[in-house]
């Protein structure tokens, strides 16, 4: 009897002991020990000298102090790797010591936590960053959510030892506000949201038939006309649009401010201006040389759906103006991918216009699809012609595989959305990297569930929060062509959603499915053990601000 009490006794701490314990997304590699670490009195950060790394220390340290209260004191090494406290330290109540280990990958970390003492140890900042990531979530959620909590009484961390790194290199995100135009803080939120899953690449989609968002100094226009529409709804079927003007853009003072806030949560931006196609209101701005019909009117767009009216690919002016918005994307964004898009994008317009027709003839190609990677080829070339610091590699939707891609060389990016496994098989075959983002189900501005409570959005509620869990990546995919994946990628189109709580609504919880099968190893992923974390995020979203769909939680 006493033996079975004292199993029993065992057990409910062991649960107490676990129930503390729920990381999104799951690391790699985790056992669970007894005790904690206690965030409080004299605690000393032994950090190596290294800028960057004490940049991402610091950032932690504020973060504490403004959520706990708590404050925390750093003392810097000479050495890389820790090799004891300090004499003038030893006297603190803990100390967290960080170790740099070259080994290790890119944001690959190893995090111990006893009851004195945590070690961290990593390569690289991005890797002290996701230990510090997991610390916040093994604390209560309010620190991750960034709001102080006066109410607990001990700051406790469980004992754990985790050894963790990302499956894909690609863990990304992508936003279009090209139909509708949500503003700065709504998206420092979503990049918050993304860092707290270890996500780590946003796409932004900037441009659309329905307006243009980013400031080209060059071309005033694309932001005086091309942002602003004649209604603040996207008509279709029997949505009539409601005639009120309605639009914005970011500024390029806006932009380098978001990419600094994504930086320091290790977040890449990545522009997207989606051209030939998907530019009406680029052709409404300057149908002077981006219209293949100028002399008929065009204005920025207020339906839903594709639009024919693309822009004139063979007019040198056209190309011209590209290779300027490819100019200023490079000065704002910093990383290596600028996106293109190249979706969708209809040749109607082309195959009725002599200067198309003929430049088709000249390049001896009947595929109208030809004229796109034509246009693609001469934008490329002119970034090979920029110097080093300012080369940029070109990603494009998976349209673009139906044309002659040979012209474009290996090193562009093949994002797969429509067929996406295939797609991504075709790319990778030849010789393009891809990232898998298929339309179903990583769409997830598509309806989450059939709970009368949905709000106006696309699709049937099949996009469960189940189903995108269980999507799995790469799956069946040749050995030799697995390098070819980077990652995955959830998008969110808006044609239907109008307001960023709806985003926000429709966003989550399934873009913590997304992060995990970004992070996760597969064998590692179970849906059953993520609905019960996905618990502890209510509280996370709660504090936060941040609306959630339900459907999981009732
Ligand atoms: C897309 O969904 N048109 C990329």
């Not at 109540?93 to 009851?115: C, N, P, Q």
């Not at 100094?217 to 004649?230: C, D, M, S």
């Not at 995919?477 to 995955?488: H, I, N, R, S, W």
Request: glycine fraction near 6%; hydrophobic fraction near 40%.
């Amino acid at each position: 009897m006493k033996k079975t009490l004292f199993f029993l006794l065992c057990m409910l701490a062991f649960t107490l002991q676990a129930q503390e314990i729920s990381l999104v997304p799951m690391p790699a590699q985790m056992s669970v020990g007894t005790g904690s670490f206690t965030l409080g009195g004299d605690i000393v950060i032994c950090q190596p000298k290294d800028k960057a790394i004490a940049k991402v220390v610091k950032n932690f340290v504020n973060e504490i102090k403004a959520t706990t209260g708590v404050k925390i004191k750093t003392d810097t090494y000479k050495k890389t790797k820790f090799k004891g406290v300090r004499k003038s330290n030893k006297k603190a109540a803990a100390h967290i010591a960080l170790s740099v280990d070259e080994t290790m990958g890119d944001e690959a970390y190893r995090l111990s936590v006893k009851e004195k003492l945590i070690t961290i140890n990593a390569a690289k900042p991005a890797g002290f960053f996701y230990a510090f990531q997991t610390l916040k979530q093994l604390l209560p959620r309010n620190v991750m959510a960034g709001v102080y909590d006066a109410s607990v009484e001990e700051w406790n961390i469980p004992a754990v030892e985790i050894e963790d790194e990302p499956r894909f290199a690609w863990r990304g995100f992508m936003l279009d506000e090209g139909r509708h135009f949500y503003g700065k803080e709504e998206i420092k939120k979503i990049i918050d949201v993304m860092a707290a899953y270890k996500m780590n690449r946003f796409h932004w989609h900037l441009t659309e038939d329905q307006g243009w968002r980013i400031e080209i100094k060059k071309y005033p226009k694309l932001t005086e006309v091309g942002a602003w529409r004649n209604s603040r709804v996207c008509g279709w079927g029997d949505v009539k649009p409601d005639g009120i003007r309605y639009g914005g853009y970011y500024t390029q003072k806006d932009a380098r401010e978001i990419v600094e806030y994504a930086k320091e949560r290790f977040i890449e931006i990545i522009p997207e201006v989606d051209i030939p196609g998907h530019s009406q209101a680029a052709v409404a701005s300057y149908p002077e040389f981006l219209a293949c019909d100028p002399e008929n009117a065009h204005e920025v767009w207020l339906w839903q759906g594709v639009s024919a009216d693309v822009i004139n690919v063979a007019n040198p002016r056209a190309v011209q103006f590209a290779k300027d918005v490819i100019d200023e994307l490079t000065d704002i964004f910093p990383y290596k991918y600028i996106h293109l898009g190249g979706d969708e994008c209809p040749t109607y317009k082309w195959e009725h216009n002599s200067d198309c027709q003929a430049q088709l003839k000249e390049i001896g190609s009947t595929n109208y699809r030809d004229l796109q990677i034509n246009f693609y080829r001469q934008i490329k070339e002119h970034i090979a012609q920029k110097p080093a610091d300012e080369q940029r590699s070109l990603i494009f939707w998976n349209e673009v595989l139906h044309g002659n891609t040979a012209s474009l060389g290996n090193d562009i990016t093949i994002m797969s959305w429509i067929g996406a496994d295939n797609a991504a098989k075709e790319a990778a075959k030849r010789g393009f990297n891809t990232i898998l983002s298929p339309q179903i189900p990583y769409y997830i501005n598509r309806k989450q569930s059939n709970l009368p409570t949905e709000p106006h959005s696309q699709g049937y509620g099949t996009e469960t929060v189940e189903v995108v869990y269980n999507y799995i990546p790469m799956n069946n995919v040749a050995l030799e062509l697995q390098p070819k994946y980077m990652g995955v990628q959830a998008n969110f189109w808006t044609e239907w959603v109008e307001t960023a709580d709806i985003v926000q609504y429709l966003m989550l919880p399934r873009l913590a499915a997304v992060a995990e099968a970004g992070w996760t190893p597969q064998e590692r992923r179970d849906y059953n053990d993520f609905v019960k974390r996905m618990q502890a995020e209510t509280e996370y979203y709660r504090l936060k601000g941040v609306n959630y769909g339900k459907h999981i939680f009732e």
